[in-house]
């Protein structure tokens, strides 16, 4: 049995997952946060949160390097831990630090801090040839003005270090731009308490059909587990409203999205001891690399892997901070595809009713998750907002896409928001 230190986490579907895989493997672990209420508030009513099933649950700032890495020394000294590991983007920099403090396995600490900066991962990329959009990188107005008009509209603007698309907008026109820029300004911490980088990342705007390509790194060898395709709504936000895995691709753009995404990995010194999700454009120029994130993907989508080939990501994360050789053995499941569809409100309020009646009795329905009825609602403006989600396998082929589609159509029309 081994003894793992998770600090902090996501609180959607990877914070159950890791929990499980953790138990699944025969193992325990230790919990680290800074605010036990945020994973208090996110549990359904009457039940506790995963994460909170730890063999201890201790509290530190996880947001201060400085003293954080001699306090888990001295827990390392009375509890011995075998590995560390986070599902939070925003906490996996501090997690290779303390992997390389307490001389642990996993990713080095540069390359994961330059994966989760958007800004470092376009230079690095750049420096080594990887395919990528234009893009510049600027704090003043004056200068992004003038990058902008280099650049050309329409383009793509980004923080540099948030996640889950928040602030990722499309702009056509410096007024758009200004906007864009001001709404990033308002937000100077992050959802955990970090002070962001001021720093806006504009980016060409990239045409064509998005993918991402999910890989385990183990003893220096990367392993393509397969390519899964991706829908986007909510413009000029770019929202992910759902997900299919297989990728409905030729054999040819299967294999260009997957040698890019090797090429960035490589790149990023990514090769050991990471699940990594990388995100690819494909343009009608050849694949682009629209980010690179080194932890497995969120969206349920190392679910919808599961329902089709059997391999549990979530058990590979664990893996691969242990050190040990992580099991990417296919197996017959059933499923020639799955489908995650998600429920986008496109206006602000209170959530007044939701009919599922359309789900009952479905074919092919793996699960569902819809929020109850007196929830406050946000116009959807990155991926955040979800109303819930319904997730469908299709034994015969390509189908699940287009299943899941119909069905959250059907949910829409019998959705109250007041």
């Not at 888990?72 to 560390?84: Q, S, Y």
């Not at 990528?132 to 540099?160: M, N, Q, S, T």
Request: glycine content about 10%; charged content about 20%; overall charge negative.
């Amino acid at each position: 049995m081994a003894h793992l230190l998770v600090v902090e986490s996501w609180v959607g579907s990877m914070s159950r997952l890791l929990p499980r895989a953790v138990r699944e493997g025969g193992h325990e672990f230790t919990f680290l946060t800074r605010d036990l209420h945020h994973y208090l508030r996110s549990a359904p009513e009457g039940t506790a949160h995963p994460l909170l099933g730890a063999r201890h649950v201790i509290t530190a700032d996880t947001n201060d390097l400085g003293t954080l890495l001699p306090e888990i020394e001295r827990l390392d000294g009375v509890f011995g831990f075998d590995g560390v590991i986070s599902s939070c983007d925003y906490y996996l920099p501090a997690v290779a630090r303390i992997a390389g403090r307490l001389g642990l396995p996993g990713p080095g600490a540069e390359a994961v801090e330059n994966a989760c900066r958007k800004d470092a991962t376009r230079r690095v990329l750049t420096d080594a040839g990887v395919p990528g959009p234009r893009f510049a990188v600027h704090e003043e107005w004056a200068d992004l003005a003038r990058a902008a008009r280099d650049i050309g509209y329409p383009l793509v603007v980004k923080p540099v270090d948030l996640c889950a698309g928040m602030y990722v907008r499309r702009v056509d026109d410096e007024s758009e731009l200004a906007a864009a820029v001001d709404a990033l300004t308002d937000f100077p911490l992050n959802a955990r308490g970090q002070r962001r980088v001021p720093a806006v990342l504009l980016e060409e705007l990239l045409t064509g059909p998005e993918v991402s390509v999910e890989t385990v790194s183990y003893a220096g060898a990367v392993h393509v587990v397969g390519v899964t395709d991706k829908s986007i709504g909510g413009a000029p936000a770019f929202i992910e409203t759902g997900h299919m895995f297989p990728a409905d691709l030729s054999s040819a753009d299967a294999d260009a999205a997957e040698q890019t995404a090797l090429g960035a990995l490589k790149a990023l010194g990514l090769t050991d001891g990471v699940v990594a999700h990388t995100e690819i454009k494909l343009t009608p120029d050849g694949p682009r690399v629209v980010e690179v994130n080194p932890r497995p993907a969120g969206n349920r989508i190392t679910e919808l892997i599961r329902h089709v080939t059997g391999i549990d990501l979530a058990a590979a994360a664990v893996d691969v901070a242990l050190g040990v050789a992580p099991d990417l053995t296919r197996r017959e499941t059933g499923l020639r595809s799955a489908a995650v569809g998600f429920l986008v409100p496109e206006v602000s309020g209170t959530l007044d009713a939701l009919d599922d009646t359309p789900l009952k009795g479905a074919d092919g329905v793996l699960e569902t998750q819809l929020a109850e009825p007196g929830r406050p609602v946000r116009s959807a403006g990155s991926n955040n907002e979800y109303l819930g989600h319904i997730m469908v396998g299709d034994p015969h082929g390509q189908g699940a896409r287009t299943q899941v589609e119909a069905m959250l159509g059907e949910l829409s029309a019998g959705l109250v928001i007041r």
